[in-house]
């Protein structure tokens, strides 16, 4: 099993090089499924999503998203009232999906509140979705979702997303393997407790790049008791592996 996980596009702050090397990379790994992790756009226009959109839909593979605080419309009547009514329209009805496809079963959580400006929170209705959505067999059990339930070492005093603590005792609960975040613009991986892997993607395409990182996105591959992590990033024009790890799975969860 080959996944991708790519986050934080940030459409209306694009960076048009990168975006097409993005579709070229992601089309020559061959992944099973794209994994969206939220900030599609940059102000949740129409345009931006509508850009977001074409980028996922010509890459050949099929993709599930999550929406970001960007998601959510800049100006306080509409981000009150309207809330994620773009998203769902252009981009997917569901904000919170549900995937089981082949030995993958994924769900995707909304973190964005309208009355948060950057924040996010979980309420004790999704982390209930956690312990039963999750709770199936599966080969790979991922939780995604778009704000951090993990600190990155680059940015180390980041927010973490409300609730991340009740999240994670749920997630471990269900042996979930996987909890694919974004928001920090930074890539990093984290043992989580109950033998969980943390993954930060960095911003696939767009110029808002943080802590000297360069655009980024991760290769999640799966083979029987081993899973590889692999950071590709942006660099001389093209994006290019930055780092691999690999993680073993055992009785007490996985270890790198």
């Given at each position: 099993?080959?996944?991708?996980?790519?986050?934080?596009?940030?459409?209306?702050?694009?960076?048009?090089?990168?975006?097409?090397?993005?579709?070229?990379?992601?089309?020559?790994?061959?992944?099973?499924?794209?994994?969206?992790?939220?900030?599609?756009?940059?102000?949740?226009?129409?345009?931006?999503?509508?850009?977001?959109?074409?980028?996922?839909?010509?890459?050949?593979?099929?993709?599930?998203?999550?929406?970001?605080?960007?998601?959510?419309?800049?100006?306080r009547p509409s981000r009150a009232y309207g809330g994620l009514d773009s998203y769902r329209r252009l981009i997917d009805e569901r904000a919170e999906p549900v995937v089981r496809d082949g030995g993958l079963?994924?769900?995707?959580?909304?973190?964005?509140?309208?009355?948060?400006?950057?924040?996010?929170?979980?309420?004790?209705?999704?982390?209930?979705?956690?312990?039963?959505?999750?709770?199936?067999?599966?080969?790979?059990?991922?939780?995604?979702?778009?704000?951090?339930?993990?600190?990155?070492?680059?940015?180390?005093?980041?927010?973490?997303?409300?609730?991340?603590?009740?999240?994670?005792?749920?997630?471990?609960?269900?042996?979930?393997?996987?909890?694919?975040?974004?928001?920090?613009?930074?890539?990093?991986?984290?043992?989580?407790?109950?033998?969980?892997?943390?993954?930060?993607?960095?911003?696939?395409?767009?110029?808002?790049?943080?802590?000297?990182?360069?655009?980024?996105?991760?290769?999640?591959?799966?083979?029987?008791?081993?899973?590889?992590?692999?950071?590709?990033?942006?660099?001389?024009?093209?994006?290019?592996?930055?780092?691999a790890v690999e993680w073993r799975r055992s009785a007490h969860g996985w270890q790198a």
């Amino acid at each position: 099993m080959r996944l991708a996980h790519v986050t934080d596009l940030h459409f209306g702050a694009e960076a048009p090089e990168v975006v097409a090397g993005l579709r070229q990379d992601l089309a020559a790994r061959e992944v099973d499924r794209v994994l969206v992790g939220g900030d599609l756009t940059m102000r949740a226009r129409d345009e931006q999503f509508s850009a977001a959109r074409d980028l996922l839909d010509t890459i050949g593979t099929p993709w599930t998203s999550v929406p970001g605080n960007h998601d959510l419309p800049l100006d306080r009547p509409s981000r009150a009232y309207g809330g994620l009514d773009s998203y769902r329209r252009l981009i997917d009805e569901r904000a919170e999906p549900v995937v089981r496809d082949g030995g993958l079963l994924l769900l995707g959580l909304s973190s964005p509140r309208p009355y948060l400006w950057k924040g996010g929170r979980l309420d004790a209705g999704q982390v209930r979705r956690i312990g039963t959505d999750l709770a199936p067999e599966a080969r790979l059990k991922v939780l995604m979702l778009h704000h951090p339930v993990f600190r990155s070492p680059q940015r180390p005093h980041e927010a973490l997303v409300h609730g991340a603590g009740a999240a994670l005792r749920a997630a471990a609960t269900v042996r979930t393997d996987l909890i694919l975040c974004g928001h920090d613009h930074v890539a990093a991986q984290a043992a989580l407790p109950g033998g969980m892997i943390g993954v930060l993607s960095g911003t696939a395409c767009s110029w808002r790049v943080r802590a000297g990182e360069s655009q980024s996105y991760t290769v999640v591959d799966l083979a029987g008791d081993r899973l590889t992590l692999t950071v590709r990033e942006w660099h001389d024009g093209a994006f290019r592996e930055r780092s691999a790890v690999e993680w073993r799975r055992s009785a007490h969860g996985w270890q790198a």
